[in-house]
């Protein structure tokens, strides 16, 4: 009796303040030998910042991934370790050649194909939406943008490509390159958590707006 009591409390508590026992989604990052080290490491740093769970996924059988200039990036996990079942986002960056590393990996062609089947999020930066995405159907009827130069793959793919520094389509963030990439992961913050979080996110890293 005395718990069912507590329950009650609890629950109006919660109806009256606001307050979600719900655990948000979990979004991956995917990383693959080439992959641009920009486009990964400050798209990462900037959600976690806005405190997003993101988890970075090595495509292959080594956590250590090589990115396009030499560095070494450490993953969180292994893509057949991860079960993106209830992925809020799948973030897919550049780089050469890691997006056609990406692209190559049927393990994660599967996952963006069933991610999107479902009305999943994505969000892919650089060559990523021409590479990785376009060839895939998963831009048909978009509006995308990607590293300049390889928007021919987007249209003859049934998407719209537009010139633009980072473009915002339902389900759908992409954007142009390393440049860019605290831009388009502050679209990703203010998709998922709202205008507040992405601003106080933005002002504390000093991204312009211009």
């Not at 009650?8 to 606001?18: E, K, N, Q, T, Y």
């Not at 780089?95 to 393990?107: E, F, H, K, R, V």
């Amino acid at each position: 009796m005395r718990n069912s009591i507590l329950k009650s409390a609890v629950s109006a508590l919660s109806i009256i303040f606001g307050i979600t026992t719900m655990t948000a989604k979990t979004s991956y990052i995917f990383l693959a030998p080439g992959v641009e080290e920009v486009e990964a490491t400050a798209t990462v740093d900037a959600l976690r910042r806005a405190s997003i769970d993101v988890v970075t996924v090595a495509v292959g059988d080594n956590l250590q991934v090589k990115g396009a200039t030499g560095q070494i990036l450490v993953a969180d996990s292994l893509i057949s370790d991860v079960d993106t079942e209830d992925a809020d986002w799948l973030i897919i960056p550049g780089g050469d050649p890691g997006a056609q590393n990406l692209a190559s990996d049927s393990s994660l062609r599967d996952k963006i194909v069933d991610h999107v089947r479902k009305n999943g999020r994505i969000a892919s930066i650089c060559a990523g939406p021409a590479v990785v995405l376009a060839p895939l159907g998963v831009l048909k009827g978009k509006k995308a943008t990607c590293y300049p130069g390889l928007g021919d793959a987007i249209n003859a793919n049934g998407g719209q490509y537009v010139e633009q520094t980072v473009v915002v389509d339902p389900g759908l963030i992409t954007s142009e390159g390393p440049g860019t990439t605290l831009p388009f992961a502050i679209e990703i913050i203010r998709a998922t958590k709202g205008d507040k979080a992405a601003e106080a996110v933005a002002s504390g890293m000093l991204v312009s707006k211009n």
